[in-house]
């Protein structure tokens, strides 16, 4: 593949995936599982933290081994062969299309909640618009070729920066006239559940998602280690920001019952600040920015699946790229064939936690083959950017401490249920 990605496009694909689930699905999530919203801004900014070191231990494992794959790649190169299996496998055919599913179920429900506000429907006229948009956005963001794909990126990326800082210049707006009602009560309420603020985070770390796509197409970025440090850890840091003042934005001018309750929280906070034809217009408005998320998981689904057809998992014709538009379209069609059939689950919380816990256990296992390497001494490329072994460490532990207490703690409930059948 030609190596076409380069700064400015590369920074559109990581902030571009990022923003989107943050800003309009995550929000009413983590602030139901925490309690307050003391407790969920604590939660986006560990999360942002954890996503930081996530950004450079990708960063230097990225560099270190600068082939398309990502994972699969880093495992490969281990040679633990059968766990990179493992890994493309689950990637291939659920990480990378429950994402597509997810996102694709995120903008059915906005434009769902903007219809309404002209037409009533029943039930059966809300499930066939909601599948119905869901696959026309997997579908239209699918036959894009790579060079439509970084321009539409870039046009999207530029106009969810616009939204945004309306979000929160008017939330700036309504704090200096006095609307300091939930800080007032900042934690009151707060969970002390342990297993809550775990799933919280799990929301949390799925909307940090997308700065990793660098390094499934490592091989076809231009001046790596620049491009990612600045596309990669620069980004996350800057999305960690916007996120802490969009949720502050929100929690300003939207009472928490209402936000507890909403489908669309920016068409509400839009409705409530500017009025109602914004908050009519505003889901749509949504969905069309969420197809830049759809465009960064497809750009590095469909490469990562390709991948593996090239290493002789998949037969390698789905690894075949189009000369004319550099991508590997069979492998996207195949990756959105199977992000249709997920997205009947219809069940957005219930997909980002089990995403988030199916990226936290990949993490897992690909950080513990690069520690490995780095402790046998492999030979890594040069110039590549490195950490110091704490970092790494660190970042290992908490992925580790995040994947057991969810499993520790259903163990108990398991335990105590048997328990209490024979007593």
Known sequence: MDKKLGLWGACAYCIGGMIGSGVFLSSSSILQYTGSY????????????????????????GTSIPSNGG??????????????????????????????????LGMAQNTVQGLKSFTEFDDT???????????????AVSILNLGKSISFQLVVTVAKVMVITVIIAIGIG???????????????????????????????????????VLNVVMGEIRHKVFT?????????????????????????????????????????????????????????VVSFLMLSNMNTVIFGGGRFMATGATNNILPSVIGYTNPDHNSPRLAILIQMTIAIGLS????????????????????FIV?????????????????????????????????????????????????????????
């Open 38 to 61: 003391g407790m969920a801004l604590a939660v986006w900014t560990g999360a942002g933290l954890i996503t930081v070191m996530a950004a450079l231990v990708y960063l230097e494992m």
């Open 71 to 104: 994972g699969f790649a880093y495992l490969t190169k281990a040679n633990w062969h059968p766990l990179a299996a493992s890994f493309f496998w689950l990637g291939t055919f659920f990480t990378y299309p429950a994402t597509m599913a997810t996102l694709g």
């Open 125 to 139: 006229t809300y499930v066939c618009i909601t599948i119905f948009t869901t696959i026309a956005s997997i579908v």
């Open 174 to 212: 309504y704090l200096v006239a006095g609307h300091t009602l939930a800080y007032d009560v900042l934690f009151v309420n707060s969970t002390t559940d342990s297993l809550d603020i775990v799933m919280a985070t799990y929301m949390g770390l799925f909307s940090y998602s997308g700065y990793e």
């Open 228 to 284: 990612t440090t600045i596309a990669g850890t620069g980004t996350v840091i800057m999305v960690m920001f916007v996120y802490f003042l969009v949720n502050i934005s929100y929690f300003t001018v939207i009472d928490k019952s209402r936000i507890l309750k909403s489908t669309s929280i920016s068409a509400d906070f839009f409705n409530l600040s500017l009025g109602k034809v914004f908050g009519n217009i505003m889901p749509f």
């Open 344 to 363: 009947f689950v219809n069940n957005l919380s219930s997909l980002m936690s089990y995403m988030s816990f199916a990226e936290l256990l990949d993490r």
């Open 367 to 423: 950080l513990s083959s690069f520690l490995y390497m780095r402790y046998k001494g492999t030979k890594f490329a040069e110039g590549a950017y490195h950490n110091h072994v704490g970092v790494v460490l660190l970042y290992f532990g908490i992925c580790g401490a995040l994947l057991t207490l969810p499993i520790y703690r259903v163990r108990l409930f398991v335990l105590s249920y048997v328990i209490g059948l024979f007593t």
